[in-house]
Every structure is written in C-alpha cells, then in structure tokens.
C-alpha cells in the first residue's frame, strides 16, 4: 500500500509518521550507532537465518507439536539476535495450557518474532503481509489468519476462524489496535477479536511491547520494511522488553468483548502509567522514510 492510497474510513490509524516518531541510523549519538560493516553483517546474518527458516519449514510439519513449538521459539530468538536485538522477558508465558488469546500493543514488524519467542501461536495479519517477500511466504507456513482490512464485511468470518482455532486448543495472538503506533502513546484496543475469547471460554493474555531507544524500532505510517531494517542493524543496543500480564477471563467483571478489550488495554498500559512520556510527534531524526504501514482491523 503506497501512501497515496486512501484508506477505508472505519480503519484505525495512528497519528505517528517515520519523520516524527522513527529515528534515522545516521543522525543518533555516535554511541547509540553500530559501525556500517557490523550493520551489513547482522542484516545479512538476520536475512539468512529468515530465509533458512523458510527452507526448513516444510520439514517442521513432521514434527510433535511440542518440538515444533520449541523450534519456532528458537528460531525466532535467533533471528532477533541476528538483528542485534537484546530481548528481555519477564512474566509467567507458560501458566496457561491450552487455548489462548493473546493481546499485545503494537509498535514494529519485530512484535511478531517478539512474542513468537515466548507465546508461539496462530498470528492475526492484514493480506498485505502474504504478498511481502519472503516473510510473506513464511507467514502463511507458520497458518497466519489473513484479514481483509478493506473488506469490513469478512470480519465476523475472521473472528470465527480465530475461534475455531481456540476451539480447538491453539493459541491466536493479534494485534488490537490495529495499526502500529510509536511507542510514546498507543491505540484504542478494537474489540472484535476479543468475542473469539468469549466464544471459545478461554483466557486472554495481554502483553506489553517495549524497545529502547523507541525511534530505532518503530515502523510507522508511509514507512517501507527495507529503511526499517537498516534502522534495526545500525542501532548499537537496541532492546526490547517482553511483559507478560495477568490473564483475564470474561465474567461478571468483563461481561463482553468491549469490556474485555478495555481491561487489557489497561493492563498493557498500566506499566507507563507513571513514566513521561514525549508528544506522538517530538522528532526523534532529522530524515524521514517513505511508503507503507502495518494497519490491521480488530
């Protein structure tokens, strides 16, 4: 999607744009940027350790769920430290057998191996991404549920199938606010998704997303994946935090899927509550990056 098209009206979007919110690899603290021969070596290291994910796929099918669970987990943390991403974890990922929901804010493509590296599960995607090189291809091995974002219509078919994956003790992760947003301040959780939870009776785990320095890894607005990339190897420590919340169920207390929405956005959220927070828009580079965002219905 090119930044010229128009967007449906019903869809959420977020006011952050590269200009604004993403940092520019050459313009940061020298401290903070990794030298030009490290950043091609950890792209060409992230690249490969993709692509040979792809070519060992296939094979995975042949596996036990549990081993290939565990291979998922792997890969995925590799292909992060390729990258040069630091990853810290805290919260119980494993307190919840079965049937999952899990929830999470969205700031960066690097969400996906984030929480494929401690809750593997069936992913949430807008179509576009099944057409992305590569990572399009291995988004459908892995049983991607695609969303027709254009078509409002198809959402109560994707909600279903979201269930009948709980229904059958798999675990969805989505991305609720349905666009990616900065990092400094963060979307409405849309509520659709949150009835296959209700639907199928099981928990929702919500998941708060961070990374240090924010700009380095947020991919945001009219923001191509190759500028994205170069940003994430340029950047000397870039570190991402992965915290798992307390499950919530509906009941009494979250009697529906808007009230469930809302109480794990809190739950996301409760953790900056007291840290300050810059304008969606203090410029974090000089240089902005151009053409196409990561927006998905839920």
């Not at 919840?96 to 494929?116: I, T």
């Amino acid at each position: 999607m090119s930044g010229s098209t128009a967007l449906p009206p019903w869809l959420p979007t977020a006011p952050c744009t590269p200009g604004d919110c993403a940092a520019h690899p050459d313009t940061g603290p020298p401290a903070e940027r990794a030298g030009a021969v490290l950043a091609a070596a950890r792209l060409a290291g992230g690249i490969g350790t993709v692509l040979l994910g792809l070519l060992l796929a296939p094979a995975t099918g042949l596996l036990p769920a549990a081993a290939r669970l565990a291979l998922v987990r792997g890969w995925v943390r590799t292909v992060l430290r390729a990258f040069g991403v630091r990853v810290r974890y805290e919260g119980a990922a494993d307190v919840l057998p079965g049937p999952l929901l899990v929830v999470a804010n969205h700031v960066s493509w690097l969400d996906v191996p984030l929480v494929a590296a401690v809750l593997p599960g069936r992913m949430v995607a807008k179509t576009e991404v099944r057409r992305w090189p590569v990572l399009g291809t291995l988004a459908a091995l892995g049983g991607t549920l695609f969303i027709d974002r254009d078509r409002l219509r198809a959402l109560p078919g994707t909600v279903r199938a979201m269930t009948g994956v709980l229904d059958a003790g798999g675990r969805v992760v989505v991305f609720p606010e349905g666009s990616t947003w900065c990092g400094r301040a963060g979307g409405r959780f849309r509520p659709a998704a949150f009835q296959a939870a209700l639907d199928s009776g099981c928990a929702v785990l919500p998941v708060r997303l961070d990374y240090r320095p924010t700009g380095a890894a947020a991919y945001v607005g009219d923001d191509p994946l190759g500028p994205s990339l170069w940003r994430v190897v340029r950047t000397r420590r870039l570190t991402a935090d992965v915290r798992v919340m307390d499950p919530l169920r509906g009941g009494p207390r979250h009697p529906d899927r808007r009230a469930l929405a809302e109480a794990a956005q809190r739950a996301v959220a409760r953790d900056t509550a007291n840290r300050s927070s810059p304008s969606v828009h203090q410029r974090d580079s000089s240089r902005s990056a151009a053409a196409s965002s990561l927006r998905t219905p839920a």
